[in-house]
């Protein structure tokens, strides 16, 4: 036969003389193979899709609480200056 020394190795001479390839699977084998990667593929899909809609989530609420940091800021900002107008009136009244 010319089969060359890969041919041979992929080869496997059955009982009824035919060649089958020595790696074959049993087609129940395959199906169930094939179902079992489909509903990982499903699962990892679900679980993408509520990953992002909690990212989604979290943005929203990151973009809500930024003018709260923003008024925040401002309040400070205005107590520092109220603080810093206590002093000086405190410091007049002191010296009367």
Do not use: F, N
């Amino acid at each position: 036969m010319g089969t060359g020394v890969c041919g041979r190795l992929a080869l496997l001479r059955g009982k009824a003389g035919d060649y089958r390839p020595i790696m074959s699977i049993d087609k129940k084998v395959s199906i169930a193979l094939r179902a079992a990667i489909i509903l990982e593929s499903a699962g990892g899909l679900l679980w993408a899709g509520a990953t992002i809609e909690r990212i989604a989530a979290l943005e929203r609420q990151a973009q809500e609480a930024r003018p709260v940091g923003e008024r925040l800021a401002r309040v400070e900002t205005q107590l520092e200056a109220m603080r810093a107008q206590l002093d000086r009136i405190e410091s007049k009244v002191e010296h009367l």
